[in-house]
């Protein structure tokens, strides 16, 4: 089933100047964003009671074009991540002045990777404060630790290398991973599942955060949205919960807009509204109109 645009509403970003975003970031609440792009910095906003967007911060982030940013859940305070391509990752944290007004500061600069970092995602709030990157050498990282009160504390605790470079990842908010699983006996990450129904360049994924318990739908952000369900298959033959669990994968619904090509996809916390934002300079929310996001 495709939907077509009368089933969506269209919101246009107008930007001054010639400078290309590459990421727009909203707060838990919704009450903060945070822009980056090729001009290496990150600009955040706060919105005010007469809900008008204003820029209150401004700074030079990376020595080179900033791919993506993300909020940490405010229980772990005013936390933004955001990845270059000058090889780095860098954790901030917004700090109070002697004089009291806020800065953002550089609280920790990850350098494992030796190419471009495509995207950096925090983990689901319930697990911690952990982060994942990914970058264009094929490899995912995650980093965790105790107690992020100490930056020397923190460590990378797992990476996975795949066959290709990477340009973005998601966290699936339940805690289990339909890609890749997390097996504890061996403590490795494992692939699950391959989806290879795609025939175009993808450029980012969103699990919906509604799910039951043997299935979960992914938003792909391709020529068009895809969206994709993933369904437990039961092994009958298999003893014990050894090995990674396998999944069903078929496609579930897809919208397209012409031929633009769909950059970022983001649910809303209950998972019925699915954003998307594209090259044609627009931004769309997608609802079937049987319903059919419901899980």
């Known amino acids: 089933m495709m939907s077509d645009e009368s089933d969506t509403e269209d919101f246009f970003l ?4 010639e400078k290309i975003l590459y990421d727009v970031a909203y707060n838990f ?4 964003r945070a822009t980056c792009g090729e001009d290496k910095f990150v600009t955040v906003w706060d919105i005010d009671e007469r809900e008008k967007w204003h820029v209150t911060a401004n700074w030079q982030a990376h020595s080179s074009s900033v791919y993506r940013i993300a909020w940490a859940h405010p229980e772990f305070g005013q936390i933004l991540a955001t990845c270059s391509l000058d090889h780095t990752a860098i954790i901030w944290k917004e700090t109070v002045k002697d004089n009291g007004s806020l800065q953002w500061v550089a609280y920790l600069t990850l350098k494992d990777s030796r190419t471009a970092v495509t995207s950096v995602q925090f983990a689901p709030h319930w697990m911690g404060l952990m982060l994942a990157t990914c970058s264009a050498d094929g490899g995912v990282r995650v980093y965790q630790a105790a107690n992020w009160l100490f930056p020397e504390q923190i460590e990378q605790t797992h990476m996975v290398i795949c066959d290709l470079p990477l340009s973005c990842l998601s966290w699936n908010p339940t805690g289990k991973v339909f890609i890749l699983e997390y097996e504890r006996e061996t403590r490795h990450w494992s692939k699950t599942e391959t989806v290879d129904m795609l025939n175009e360049p993808v450029h980012d994924i969103a699990f919906c955060p509604t799910l039951d318990s043997d299935s979960t739908i992914l938003a792909i952000a391709t020529t068009g949205v895809r969206l994709v ?5 039961q092994d009958e033959t298999a003893c014990g919960d050894s090995g990674p669990k396998r999944f069903y994968i078929e496609t579930l619904l897809e919208f397209r807009n012409g031929d633009s090509q769909i950059w970022r996809v983001s649910w809303n916390i209950i998972g019925t509204i699915l954003a998307s934002s594209g090259d044609d300079n627009s931004i769309r929310l997608w609802k079937d109109a049987d319903s059919k996001f419901r899980i």
């Open 14 to 17: 107008a930007t001054k100047g």
């Open 29 to 32: 609440n919704g009450s903060r």
């Open 229 to 233: 369900t993933l369904k437990y298959v």
